[in-house]
């Protein structure tokens, strides 16, 4: 996944031996630094007290909690268009969320729904317009007027802007879109994207993710560097969700949000998986969410349309600055 081993090479923390080193190593790196001070503060109480407790961490204990700004952010700009990658990355999130289907002539794009209506001033399924016919459409105006002109970016476009920002740490979650009620992609839609974003050098800072497990199972078969996560939707909850995850060939467990209890993410904690629930807007949701063990393990998240509420949530908890 994202962390590092002693060379500096990138190393997956689920195939780590020593999971809790992992996590430490990665977690003294990253921006929540600042909160090593309380493992320490809590050793020099046990010292002090000469008590039995050990002064680690326990499992659901929230460490820290990536912000996946979901769409972009989706309350705060129109979904997956540049306008809300340039929000994101103006908040400081950690991951952009964003949806990918291809056009016509076989150009990865950036928009969630398979047809053209709901976000759009077009009409149809994406995959059967051509690239030049979706970039004439609005995608910002039904959002607010404000954002008249917003276009339906292709992923190149969205990895330029992230690059262009110029944000080394920033990092991107890309759900590549199979829906049944629209015309399927292309059978090389895994290759398309994963092409664009080596190309733009983001490989180490981007998770692939999917409802769709072959998806998974094939960005895996073309590069197994790559971090992926498994989605799965209330309406269809996995009998065993660490089973699910290891059939999917995934690294990280993405369900909606009220499948996650404290059994489930303990379960998938103790394997080494990551959970990252969606989408959560609601602050006493995110609290919820934080009490069952989401941030005990890294790699741990949440997907929100309200990155700027989950900030102040984590801020008020001491878990970001
Ligand atoms: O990342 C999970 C979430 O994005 C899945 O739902 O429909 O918003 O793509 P959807
Ligand atoms: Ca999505």
Do not use: C
């Not at 740490?169 to 290759?191: C, H, I, M, Q, W």
């Not at 941030?295 to 001491?318: F, N, S």
Request: aromatic share 6%; hydrophobic share 45%.
């Amino acid at each position: 996944m994202f962390a590092r081993n002693a060379s500096g090479q990138e190393m997956n923390p689920g195939k780590a031996k020593n999971k809790y080193e992992m996590k430490m190593t990665s977690f003294a790196r990253s921006r929540h630094r600042h909160l090593l001070a309380y493992p320490g503060m809590v050793l020099i109480a046990w010292v002090s007290t000469a008590s039995a407790i050990i002064a680690v961490p326990s499992l659901a204990q929230a460490l820290s909690v990536d912000v996946h700004a979901h769409r972009g952010g989706a309350a705060l700009a129109p979904e997956n268009t540049l306008a809300a990658v340039r929000n994101a990355l103006a908040l400081d999130v950690d991951f952009i969320e964003l949806d990918l289907h291809v056009s016509r002539d076989g150009t990865v794009v950036v928009i969630h729904d398979a047809t053209l209506e709901r976000t759009t001033t077009g009409r149809g399924f994406v995959r059967e317009t051509a690239l030049a016919d979706l970039q004439r459409l609005d995608a910002g105006r039904w959002f607010h007027a404000r954002f008249a002109g917003e276009r339906v970016p292709t992923l190149r476009e969205v990895l330029e802007a992230v690059k262009v920002h110029g944000d080394d740490r920033v990092r991107l979650n890309l759900e590549t879109k199979y829906d049944a009620r629209g015309p399927a992609p292309p059978s090389n839609f895994e290759e398309l994207v994963l092409e664009q974003v080596r190309a733009a050098g983001l490989s180490g800072r981007t998770i692939i993710q999917s409802f769709h497990y072959p998806s998974i199972v094939r960005v895996k078969a073309l590069d197994s560097s790559i971090t992926t996560a498994a989605l799965r939707s209330p309406l269809n909850p996995p009998l065993d969700p660490v089973a699910d995850v290891r059939a999917a060939r995934a690294d990280i467990y993405s369900p909606g949000f009220r499948l996650v209890t404290r059994e489930v993410v303990e379960a998938l904690h103790r394997a080494g998986i990551p959970v990252v629930p969606w989408t959560v807007n609601e602050p006493a949701d995110m609290e919820r969410l934080l009490t069952v063990g989401i941030g005990a393990l890294r790699g741990d998240g949440i997907i929100t349309d309200h990155p700027d509420r989950l900030i102040q949530v984590l801020r008020a908890r001491g878990l970001r600055r």
